[in-house]
Structure formats: C-alpha cells, structure tokens
C-alpha cells in the first residue's frame, strides 16, 4: 500500500514558476511507476508527465514538454514536478499518482494510488 501526499501549488504570474513535489510512504515507493495528472474545472483529468521506477524513462504531453520537468528521489521517496514558464492555461489541480508496474503509462485508469491534490493558478 502506498499512501501520496501533494504539495507546491499556489498562485502564480504567467511565465514564473512553482515545483511540486509528491510524498509517498511505503517501503515499494521505489519500485512504483509515477505520474502526475491535471484537472481543470469542467474538464477531464489529463496526463502531464510520467517517470519510470528507476527514472530511466519519463514522458510529457505535448502542452508541457520544454517547460516541465519529472523527476524522482527514491531515497526520500518523492516525486517531483518541476514547472517553468507557467501559462494561465496551465491552471489546475494538480495530481500524483502511483502505480505498481514500474513503466510509464498515460492512461488515469492504470494509477492504483493518488494523491489528494494541489491548486495551481496561473494568473495572466
């Protein structure tokens, strides 16, 4: 079982920036597959970045991919989310998500874990 904890989100200026990070307990954290998600109001969560368990893999949807970064501690069992260049387009809560298979996947359904979110406001 692992249990994900969200943090980093608030408001910010277009074109600043806010990392993210994803707690995770449980001693298979480093095993897991991991993701974050975004979900805008009356839209449907979306993928935004994917890290492999060895961090030998990661993918990014095309709208964040040059400004977003994903990477992963093992040793303190945290995930990242590193965001540049913000666009009040990017306005969201945002979610990790973890998943046991260690490979990278975008689909939401594949995530058996999830964090409980955090807010980030772009404003223009």
């Known amino acids: 079982q692992v249990q994900l904890v969200d943090s980093g989100g608030g408001l910010v200026q277009a074109g600043g920036s806010l990392r993210l990070s994803c707690a995770a307990s449980g001693r298979t954290f480093s095993s897991y597959g991991m993701g974050w998600f975004r979900q805008a109001p009356g839209k449907e969560r979306e993928f935004v970045a994917g890290i492999s368990w060895s961090a030998g893999s990661t993918v990014y949807a095309d709208s964040v991919k040059g400004r977003f970064t994903i990477s992963r501690d093992n040793a303190k069992n945290t995930v990242y989310l590193q965001m540049n260049s913000l666009k009040p387009e990017d306005t969201a809560v945002y979610y990790c998500?973890?998943?046991?298979?260690?490979?990278?996947?975008?689909?939401?359904?594949?995530?058996?874990?999830w964090g409980q979110g955090t807010q980030v406001t772009v404003s223009s």
């Open positions: 998500a973890g998943r046991a298979a260690g490979a990278v996947v975008r689909g939401p359904a594949w995530y058996e874990y």
